[in-house]
């Protein structure tokens, strides 16, 4: 007999089942369930970026393509959103971004003025959001590496095994 295209074997003993004592084998290992607890646990220790802007200030474009940019370079943060109530002055409206509480953009040093509409302009230094990532991260789990697929390398930081 001729093995199928959707056999795990092939020969005579081809099968569209394997037998019982026989399983496929997987090239990742079985991790055992995660419970709740351990769930929160990891929770706890991601880091958290907030972007906060005014109600109806013409700022929420920035706030999409901050977070967009954000979770792209950093897909492990958590992203909040914080709507502040409309200023009474247009020159009041606010665009800052937290990491774990601390403000790494905003304030008046990040405005780029104004155009002719009267909308504000926003300068996001992702390099500098990523390096306030890494250190909150490195604050929240010393002994954790971290690396991309792209990059190639890890990088470790404290003195734990890396896990």
Do not use: C, W
Request: charged fraction near 30%; proline fraction near 8%.
């Amino acid at each position: 007999s001729s093995a199928g295209a959707g056999d795990f074997f092939e020969g005579d003993f081809a099968t569209k089942d394997p037998p019982p004592d026989v399983l496929p084998l997987s090239a990742l290992p079985v991790s055992p369930p995660l419970s709740f607890r351990k769930f929160l646990t990891m929770q706890e220790k991601r880091v958290v970026v907030t972007i906060q802007y005014n109600a109806n200030s013409g700022l929420r474009p920035y706030f999409l393509t901050a977070a967009k940019r954000i979770k792209e370079r950093h897909p492990d943060v958590v992203i909040e959103k914080l709507i502040l109530p409309e200023p009474d002055e247009p020159a009041d409206r606010v665009f800052a971004i937290s990491v774990d509480g601390k403000v790494a953009v905003g304030g008046k040093q990040r405005s780029r003025g104004e155009d002719g509409d009267g909308h504000r302009h926003v300068f996001v230094s992702l390099e500098e959001l990523g390096f306030a990532i890494e250190k909150a991260r490195r604050k929240k789990r010393p002994h954790s590496s971290y690396g991309g697929i792209d990059e190639g390398t890890a990088v470790s930081y404290g003195e734990g095994d890396g896990t």
